[in-house]
C-alpha cells in the first residue's frame, strides 16, 4: 500500500484508530446484495475491501487476514480457554473481473478457509515459508473482521452484567485492520492502522472511499473493479 512515511526497519505497534459509521440504507443494500449472490455481510464487505485496495496498490493477488474464534471439535466444548486463530484469505481479481464474480470468489475462498481454521497461523508461516521481514507481519498486512449484533448484546448471568466497550487504539498489529460491528439498525466501522505509516487524514479518505465503493457496487454489481470510483461526489468538484 502507499504509505506517507517510510516503514521502520522493525514494527514498533504503535497505531490508532478512526471510527465511522454507514447509514442504514447502505447497510440494508450490503444485505441485499450479499442475499442475491449467497454470500453473508462479511464476504460482501470483504469483497469490496478487497476492491478498495486492489485500486490502491494495482495488484491483483494478495491476502487479507481475518480472525476466526470459536471450538470447532466436541472435545473442546468443556476446555477453558481463548479458541482464537487467525485465517489468510487469499484474494484474486484477476481478469478485472465484475464485482459479482469478486463476491463468488470470496464466498469460495472463505467457505474453504473456513474448514481448516483450527490448524495455527504460525503453522501455516512455518510450512509456508515466507522471506522473514521485521518490519512486517508475514503473509498479510491488513486485516478484516466482522462482530454481529448477537456478539453486541448485554451479557448478564446471577449477580452480574457486562456489556461491550469499544474505545480508541493507540497500538496496531496490523498496517490496516478493519473491524465492523453489524448491529439491527447500523454499520459501525473501526479502522485501526499503524500511526508510524499513515496520517489520520490519509485513513479517513479510505473510510469514505470504502463508503463509495459499497455505494456502487450495490447499485451496479456488474460493475468490472477498474471501473468502481473512489471519489465521492464532493470529492469530485
Same mark, same amino acid.
Given at each position: 500500500?502507499?504509505? !506517507?512515511?517510510?516503514?521502520? /526497519? ?61 471450538? &470447532? ?10 479458541? #482464537? ?11 478485472? /473481473? ?9 464466498? !469460495?475462498?472463505?467457505?474453504? #478457509? ?15 515459508? /515466507? /522471506? ?17 449484533? %448477537?456478539?453486541? %448484546? ?6 452480574? &452484567? ?6 480508541? #487504539? ?19 466501522? %473501526?479502522?485501526?492502522?499503524?500511526? !508510524? ?41
Amino acid at each position: 500500500l502507499p504509505t !506517507d512515511r517510510p516503514r521502520p /526497519p522493525e514494527q514498533r505497534f504503535r497505531g490508532a484508530s478512526h471510527a465511522f459509521a454507514f447509514g442504514q440504507t447502505l447497510g440494508g443494500s450490503i444485505v441485499e446484495l450479499g442475499r442475491r449472490y449467497a454470500a453473508t455481510p462479511f464476504m460482501t464487505l470483504l469483497a469490496a475491501y478487497q476492491t478498495l485496495l486492489y485500486r490502491y496498490s494495482g495488484q491483483d493477488d494478495f491476502a487479507i487476514g481475518s480472525t476466526v474464534a470459536g471450538r &470447532t471439535l466436541p472435545e473442546f466444548e468443556n476446555l477453558v480457554g481463548l479458541f #482464537a486463530n487467525v485465517l489468510a484469505l487469499r484474494a484474486d481479481l484477476s481478469g478485472d /473481473p465484475t464485482f459479482r464474480e469478486v463476491l463468488t470468489r470470496v464466498r !469460495d475462498v472463505t467457505l474453504a #478457509a473456513s474448514e481448516h481454521q483450527g490448524v495455527p497461523f504460525a503453522k501455516v508461516v512455518e510450512r509456508v515459508r /515466507p /522471506p522473514r521481514d521485521p518490519s512486517r507481519n508475514p503473509l498479510f498486512q491488513v486485516c478484516f473482521g466482522l462482530l454481529p449484533s %448477537q456478539m453486541l %448484546q448485554r451479557i448478564e448471568a446471577p449477580g452480574l &452484567t457486562g456489556e461491550i466497550i469499544t474505545g480508541a #487504539a493507540d497500538t496496531a498489529r496490523f498496517d490496516i485492520a478493519i473491524n465492523v460491528l453489524e448491529t439491527d439498525t447500523s454499520v459501525t466501522v %473501526q479502522l485501526e492502522y499503524a500511526s !508510524d505509516l499513515f496520517d489520520r487524514w490519509r485513513v479517513a479518505g479510505l473510510a469514505g472511499h470504502l463508503e463509495v465503493v459499497l455505494g456502487a457496487v450495490a447499485a451496479d454489481p456488474g460493475l468490472r473493479v477498474s471501473q468502481v470510483g473512489l471519489l465521492s461526489r464532493a470529492d469530485r468538484e
